[in-house]
């Protein structure tokens, strides 16, 4: 066989091969493009949903903690703590004592709030709120001793009620910063 031809058949090659591989490098870039737009839309929803699966895990905890009460006579306590930014339940055997004395053996859950949700404030049914004192809600045989709401906002800013109605004994998440049902006076009564 002729040199030159041998030369411009292995020129030819290497120019196929170097096309091939420029294509092959081209779909891993837009395969590659297509899968970080895609993580970064799987991230936002996650997030989302993280948000949304911690408030829903809130509300059962509370749903949770009221029919074990009432199925077993035992009184539980839910503390929503500002400062460390979390939540205790508790069986209450030794009475109501202050969150710093609460015994390990009375501890059933604890849990850790994070940047993505974000505890704004409480406000009781009987008007009293805070935002910075660990908020107590205590559950008996007969129901709630208050109810109230417990407002969140996801890292967006955007705020959630999770509402414990005494009254109805319902517990709920709502989109925005609710009203609550208020006990009325006797004269508000009319009775």
């Known amino acids: ?13 290497i120019a196929r091969v170097g096309a091939v591989l420029a294509e092959v490098i081209m779909v891993l ?19 989302k949903n993280s948000f949304k699966s911690r408030a829903h895990d809130l509300v059962k905890l509370f749903q949770m ?18 400062v460390q930014n979390s939540y205790t339940l508790r069986e209450i055997t030794t009475g109501l004592v202050a969150v710093e004395d609460i015994k390990e053996e009375e501890i059933i859950q604890t849990g850790q709030f994070s940047d993505r949700f974000q505890l704004s404030y409480v406000m009781f049914d009987d008007g009293d709120w805070t935002n ?7 559950v008996g045989k007969s129901g709630w001793q208050y109810g109230g709401k ?33 006990p009325r006076s006797e004269d508000e009564m009319g009775f």
Not at 1 to 13: E, F, H, I, T
Not at 69 to 76: A, E, I, L, P
Not at 154 to 182: A, H, K, P
């Open 132 to 138: 910075e004192a660990p908020a107590l809600f205590r």
């Open 1 to 13: 066989m002729n040199p030159c031809r041998l030369n411009r058949l292995s020129a030819r090659g």
């Open 65 to 82: 903690a009221a029919t074990s009460s009432g199925q077993t006579g035992r009184r539980y306590e839910i503390i929503i703590d500002f």
């Open 29 to 47: 870039f837009i395969v590659a493009m297509f899968t970080t737009l895609a993580m970064i839309n799987l991230s936002d929803v996650l997030s």
């Open 150 to 182: 417990i407002v969140v906002a996801d890292e967006d800013g955007r705020e959630y009620s999770i509402v414990i109605n005494r009254l109805s004994r319902m517990i709920g998440l709502f989109d925005g910063d609710v009203g609550i049902l208020m």
